[in-house]
């Protein structure tokens, strides 16, 4: 079965550190892109980036550039994207995604960070 | 980058009826790579349509897409009581990706 599977839901302070993690299994994990979509409460879908993990080319949206890091280990199928300085604003549902020509088509069941003192 | 205004906000239909939902763009979409997804409260979203036009594995066919340049259209030819979501459209055929600011299908 194709699939991507998300780490679980993160509470965080604001200033804190995070990384969290998407797993491809199913298919070849190098040649699709991973998709990072951003949901904050009650609101719609904002497409932060994509990184390819077959050679990391990484993509980001003007708005995530300098916010966040995505990354990928081929060797272990996982995609990440970290926070090195954790706010208030970044509490939110995060999505991954298989990407490719045909746009988004393997979603993950998403993460929950909650950031709050 | 491309901003996508998706109309109406909501659309209060029966069971039954069909749906139109709008997405249009404020430049010419390239490729006419559009995609339409689905999202239920407490789901990740699911695509339903890519290229504009084309159904998505398992998706059921009283849902098609149409549309090219800056306007394009989701219909739902009728609506069964699991279509009511909340419906975005996508473009990825200009970088960066954008999505439109969803359109709610509820129940009248």
């Known amino acids: 079965e194709v699939q991507v599977v998300q780490s679980g839901a993160e509470v965080k302070k604001p200033g804190e550190s995070l990384k969290i993690s998407c797993k491809g299994s199913g298919y070849s994990f190098t040649t699709y892109w991973i998709a990072w979509v951003r949901q904050m409460p009650g609101k719609g879908l904002e497409w932060m980036g994509t990184?390819?993990?077959?050679?990391?080319?990484?993509i980001y949206s003007p708005s995530f550039q300098g916010q966040v890091t995505m990354s990928a280990d081929k060797s272990i199928s996982t995609a990440y994207l970290q926070w090195s300085s954790l706010k208030a604003s970044d509490t939110a549902m995060y999505y991954c995604a298989r990407a490719g020509l045909y746009s988004s088509d393997i979603w993950g069941q998403g993460t929950m960070v909650t950031v709050s003192s | 980058e491309i901003v996508l205004t998706q109309s109406p906000g909501t659309l209060s239909l029966s069971p039954g009826e069909r749906a139109t939902l709008s997405c249009r763009a404020s430049q010419s979409v390239s490729g006419s790579y559009l995609a339409w997804f689905q999202q239920k409260p407490g789901q990740a979203p699911r695509l339903l349509i890519h290229?504009?036009?084309s159904r998505a594995t398992g998706i059921p066919d009283r849902f098609s897409g149409s549309g090219s340049g800056t306007d394009f259209t989701l219909t739902i030819s009728r609506l069964e009581p699991e279509d009511f979501a909340v419906y975005y459209c996508?473009?990825?055929?200009?970088?960066?990706?954008?999505f439109g600011g969803g359109t709610k299908v509820e129940i009248k």
């Open positions: 996508q473009q990825y055929g200009n970088s960066p990706t954008t």
């Open positions: 290229g504009a036009s």
């Open positions: 990184i390819y993990p077959g050679d990391s080319d990484t």
